[in-house]
T-cell receptor, first 114, second 114 residues
Framework: QQQVKQSPQSLIVQKGGISIINCAYE??????FPWYQQFPGKGPALLIA?????SEKKEGRFTISFNKSAKQFSLHIMDSQPGDSATYFC?????????????FGTGTLLAVQP | GAGVSQSPRYKVAKRGQDVALRCDPI?????LFWYQQALGQGPEFLTY????????KSGLPSDRFFAERPEGSVSTLKIQRTQQEDSAVYLC????????????FGPGTRLLVL
């Protein structure tokens, strides 16, 4: 059972454009939603994260939009740059248990063309 | 400061061999996670430690997989009698006390079972 669904699988954006990646989740107990960036041969690196008590969070060129009623959240990369070309994963976790294990989406391969 | 380190970075094993993968978490991080990342997929949770206690091993795919963290620092993931389906990148992540949601990942060990 895939608890976090991510789309699109791949994305090509021109330099300076906006990249948008979407995720949907099923478990309403999730209360932490991070986005990770992964370059080839590297481990995932935390990019930005949000909790469901806010609808939007912005850090530099990266923005998370969160829709609790629709159980959806998205990553927006403004002014996309070739250096942003990487695989992006959304994830979710729930507090209060014995672990804060992350449930990851399947990833989006982003290519920003110069 | 130093991040999470993993060794070896690459491991080739013949089917049936046992392998041991090592993780050195960030100093002071009490929480440690192991994830398995198949090619083209998102990481999947394997197991979680808080200090030396293994609090969650629900993601270990079979009894051939075993993890330990005897002194609450370095962790070892052992796979016995490796199978071809074990081929994947094994990621280790650690987090601060009281903030295990923010997980810092190592570069991973790429395991290829022939």
């Amino acid at each position: 059972q895939q608890q976090v669904k991510q789309s699109p699988q791949s994305l090509i954006v021109q330099k300076g454009g906006i990249s948008i990646i979407n995720c949907a989740y099923e478990n309403t107990a999730f209360d932490y939603f991070p986005w990770y960036q992964q370059f080839p041969g590297k481990g995932p690196a935390l990019l930005i994260a949000i909790r469901p008590d806010v609808s939007e969070k912005k850090e530099g060129r990266f923005t998370i939009s969160f829709n609790k009623s629709a159980k959806q959240f998205s990553l927006h990369i403004m002014d996309s740059q070739p250096g942003d070309s990487a695989t992006y994963f959304c994830a979710a976790s729930k507090a209060g248990g014995a672990t804060n294990k992350l449930i990851f989406g399947t990833g989006t391969l982003l290519a920003v063309q110069p | 400061g130093a991040g999470v380190s993993q060794s070896p970075r690459y491991k080739v094993a013949k089917r049936g061999q046992d392998v041991a993968l090592r993780c050195d978490p960030i100093s002071g991080h009490v929480s440690l996670f192991w994830y398995q990342q198949a090619l083209g997929q998102g990481p999947e949770f394997l197991t979680y430690f808080q200090n030396e206690a293994q609090l969650d091993k629900s993601g270990l795919p079979s009894d051939r997989f075993f993890a330990e963290r005897p002194e609450g620092s370095v962790s070892t993931l052992k796979i016995q009698r490796t199978q071809q389906e074990d081929s994947a990148v094994y990621l280790c992540a650690s987090s601060l006390p009281g903030n295990s949601e923010t997980q810092y990942f190592g570069p991973g060990t790429r395991l290829l079972v022939l």
